[in-house]
């Protein structure tokens, strides 16, 4: 196999040159260009992939940041990180993980050497808290930077529009006939939790439907806590007639509260979910939920963040691609 030495030797230009030449490079006579292209040609050289990245300072690396609590917690996280992993594997890119913890100088240091010492070309992060110590971090630095799953504020994005998607499902509850209507709400440090349950509260006012806050459950997007804080509310007497679940994995921790209740879905309390992970069709009965493109928003990410890091413009205008939802009609809301 060819290699830049040999190159040289043939054209009889530096190595130097050569490597310009290879990696388009200026200051370099046309006739030089010229000679070692076609040399390039002839000896059916491949530039090596390692060298390269070398010459351009660029690691060829984006780091995908999420936090210890997501980390294979939730199949909304999974499938995005699927759709990012396969969408990079097209490209020359490499993929690492970089686990965050709560705030302290440990993490932050760890995150700045990634940073500094040039690891890492560009980072995407999957729906971040509003005070993650790490957002202001990379904001300082100036490092390429793709939001998934919210709409954060001076950085590039790629979400779907909570406001339209929580709109289209309060709305398809009140045409089965459901005139009160419960919210389980995610943690309310999560832009996509707080645009929601903003939705939830307007789609009711615009309906002229009375807002009941003790049905207001707190699932802070998990499973086990929209369980036990939905077996409260039960436990204290009167339920609505259908909830809207914010994600479905809190939408399917409160079915197994109703159902250790022996309260029936949808016969005697309907619900809806927000994300459509593949466990809300297999559970029983299969839940009625909004659809975000997961996978599509992890490959969308992607490509942006290539983009964003081969233009080498670190301070683009941010800007949020919003993606499309639709109702999945599966069993678990019944007409009134």
């Known amino acids: 196999m060819a290699t830049i030495s040999d190159i040289s030797k043939k054209t009889g230009y530096s190595m130097m040159t050569v490597s310009r030449v290879v990696n388009n490079s200026k200051n370099v006579s046309e006739k030089a260009r010229a000679s070692i292209i076609k040399t390039i040609k002839d000896l059916n050289y491949a530039p090596n992939a390692a060298a390269r990245r070398l010459v351009k300072q660029k690691s060829q690396t984006i780091g995908l940041i999420i936090t210890y609590e997501q980390i294979f917690s939730s199949y909304y996280f999974l499938t995005i990180m699927k759709g990012v992993e396969e969408k990079l594997e097209k490209t020359n890119y490499n993929l690492i993980m970089y686990a965050s913890n709560s705030p302290n100088v440990s993490s932050e240091t760890k995150l700045l050497n990634l940073i500094n010492q040039k690891f890492i070309d560009g980072f995407l992060v999957i729906a971040p808290s509003k005070d993650e110590f790490f957002m202001k971090t990379l904001s300082e630095n100036k490092i390429p930077t793709i939001i998934i799953g919210a709409s954060y504020p001076f950085f590039n994005c790629v979400d779907v529009d909570n406001n339209k998607a929580t709109f289209l499902a309060v709305e398809y509850l009140l045409a089965k006939g459901h005139k009160s209507i419960g919210l389980i709400h995610g943690t309310r440090n999560r832009y996509d939790a707080l645009e929601r349950?903003?939705?939830?509260?307007?789609?009711?006012?615009?309906?002229?439907?009375?807002?009941?806050?003790?049905?207001?459950?707190?699932?802070?997007?998990?499973?086990?806590?929209?369980?036990?804080?939905?077996?409260?509310?039960?436990?204290?007497?009167?339920?609505?007639?259908?909830?809207?679940?914010?994600?479905?994995?809190?939408?399917?921790?409160?079915?197994?509260?109703?159902?250790?209740?022996?309260?029936?879905?949808?016969?005697?309390?309907?619900?809806?979910?927000?994300?459509?992970?593949?466990?809300?069709?297999?559970?029983?009965?299969?839940?009625?939920?909004?659809?975000?493109?997961?996978?599509?928003?992890?490959?969308?990410?992607?490509?942006?963040?290539?983009?964003?890091?081969?233009?080498?413009?670190?301070?683009?205008?941010?800007?949020?691609?919003?993606?499309?939802?639709?109702?999945?009609?599966?069993?678990?809301?019944?007409?009134?």
């Not at 942006?304 to 800007?319: A, C, D, G, P």
């Open 197 to 336: 349950e903003k939705a939830f509260t307007e789609c009711l006012e615009k309906h002229g439907i009375e807002i009941n806050k003790k049905w207001f459950v707190d699932g802070r997007f998990e499973y086990r806590q929209a369980h036990l804080n939905t077996l409260k509310l039960i436990d204290e007497g009167t339920l609505p007639t259908a909830f809207f679940s914010a994600n479905d994995l809190m939408a399917i921790g409160a079915m197994d509260a109703f159902r250790s209740r022996n309260i029936k879905i949808p016969e005697d309390i309907s619900i809806m979910g927000f994300d459509d992970i593949d466990l809300s069709k297999l559970i029983q009965p299969p839940l009625t939920t909004v659809r975000q493109p997961l996978y599509n928003m992890g490959e969308e990410a992607a490509s942006r963040i290539v983009e964003l890091v081969e233009k080498e413009n670190k301070q683009t205008v941010s800007r949020t691609i919003r993606m499309d939802t639709e109702i999945v009609e599966r069993e678990s809301v019944r007409k009134l």
